[in-house]
C-alpha cells in the first residue's frame, strides 16, 4: 500500500520579506519583476530560506527596511543562521532583476549586480542564476533541498520604445513561455 505524498505547504514571499524554513514540505514562492529574490540553503542542516528586494541599498549608509539588498542580505543569513545553518556551507541561486518595464533605469541589474556582488564578499557561492531579460518570474523554491523552479510570464505587451522618434509596440512572447524551467 503507497500513502499518499503529504501535502506542499506554501509560504509566499513578498517585496521586503524574507523566511527562513526548514520542512521537506515548505516551499516559498514570490513573483519577481525587477525585484531579486535570494534563495540560499545549507544543504547539510536542511535550512533554507528565500528574501524578495526592491533597491539594491547602498552598503555605506544602510537603511533598516529589508525593502534594500542590503538589509534582506543580513536579515535571511541571521535568520538562517538562528535556524543550525552554518555560514561555511550556504549556498545561493539568484532570481530577477527583469527590465520587465522597459525602464530606462536599469533597477533590474542594479538588483542583480548588487547580489552578486553581496554573495562574492561574504564568500557564498552562487550556485544557480537566472537574472535580467524582460519577463517576470514566478518562482518556487524548496528551502529544505535548495530546490527551485521558475515560469517566465508572458507579457502581452511591452512597454512603447522610441525608435528613430516614432513610438514603436512589440508584441513578444518569451521563449517557453508558461514552461517551468527546474534549477537543482
Known sequence: ????????????????????????TDVLTTV???????????????????????LPGDPERPRSEAHYGINAMELLINGLLKA???????QAKVFGGANATGSRFPVGKANADFA???????????????????????????????????MLLPNATLPEETVGGA?????????????PDLFL
Open 32 to 54: 519577481l519583476g525587477s525585484c531579486v529574490s535570494i534563495c540560499m540553503t545549507d544543504p547539510m542542516a536542511g535550512v533554507g530560506g528565500m528574501n524578495h528586494f526592491l
Open 167 to 179: 513610438a514603436v509596440r512589440q508584441r513578444v512572447a518569451p521563449p517557453g513561455a508558461g514552461e
Open 1 to 24: 500500500m503507497t500513502h499518499p505524498a503529504p501535502a506542499l505547504r506554501l509560504h509566499p514571499v513578498i517585496q521586503g520579506e524574507y523566511r527562513v524554513a526548514t520542512g521537506p
Open 116 to 150: 552578486f556582488w553581496f554573495l562574492h564578499n561574504e564568500g557564498i557561492p552562487c550556485v544557480g542564476q537566472d537574472v535580467g531579460g524582460r519577463h517576470a518570474r514566478r518562482l518556487r523554491y524548496w528551502p529544505h533541498s535548495g530546490l527551485a523552479q521558475q
Open 84 to 90: 543550525g545553518a552554518r555560514h561555511a556551507r550556504l
